[in-house]
């Protein structure tokens, strides 16, 4: 893709389907998009040469778009063992309606790392941050800085907003992450979801906040 592209309206910016290898995302605008970047693959990386890659775009809604997903990651198949094979960095997201960042089945090397995230503040509905939406396993979720309410707003949390969200998604590791103005900061959904001794290490979780660790329906992370 060309840099410092702008999407307009439409279910998504960028979807690509069936991916294998290599993929660069890479240094585009979005506006005004259902999904910003939707990847899916089903033939993943087989060696550390190979890499995927969503990183340094913006992704928003303005005026009176909607940005449901800002990037949503599916896989049917393992990566490369190498932690980071595929990485979804630094990246821009503004006014997530649903989430901002998604992924669904993907197992082992994907790194989720210093994306900035803020979620709309409206009353009703449940938003995440960042949601590992089931069948992960492995990944990283770290240096990220997720914000629960727009900029502007009075300075109180927003109780239906989740900074980080872990559900049925085992020995995933969310680390050194920042989240403010959220009802949770991160919150453990399931039963599977044991998670290495460092799994939740160095978060930052800063006021106004109401909670910031949650387990529900018998989530355990282990020792940490």
Request: net charge positive; aromatic share 8%.
């Amino acid at each position: 893709l060309l840099p410092s592209t702008t999407i307009g309206v439409g279910n998504y910016g960028v979807g690509v389907l069936d991916v294998a290898q290599l993929l660069r995302i890479n240094y585009n605008k979005f506006n005004k998009t259902r999904t910003g970047v939707q990847v899916s693959y089903s033939v993943a990386p087989t060696a550390s040469t190979y890499s995927m890659s969503v990183s340094n775009n913006t992704l928003t809604a303005t005026g009176s778009g909607s940005l449901s997903t800002g990037i949503f990651v599916q896989g049917a198949t393992p990566f490369y063992s190498v932690l980071g094979t595929m990485v979804v960095a630094a990246n821009s997201i503004t006014n997530a309606r649903g989430e901002g960042i998604k992924a669904l089945n993907v197992t082992s090397a994907l790194r989720i790392s210093t994306n900035t995230i803020t979620l709309v503040s409206t009353s009703t509905g449940i938003r995440y941050g960042v949601n590992l939406a089931g069948g992960c396993n492995g990944l990283m979720v770290d240096n990220n800085s997720i914000d629960g309410k727009l900029a502007g707003t009075p300075a109180n949390y927003n109780v239906n907003n989740i900074g980080i969200r872990v559900f049925n998604s085992p020995s995933c590791y969310v680390q050194c992450n920042t989240i403010t103005k959220t009802g949770v900061g991160i919150k453990y959904d399931g039963a599977t979801n044991s998670s290495p001794s460092i799994g939740l290490f160095k978060n930052t979780f800063l006021f106004p906040m109401r909670r910031g660790l949650m387990l529900t329906n018998g989530a355990i992370i282990g020792t940490q």
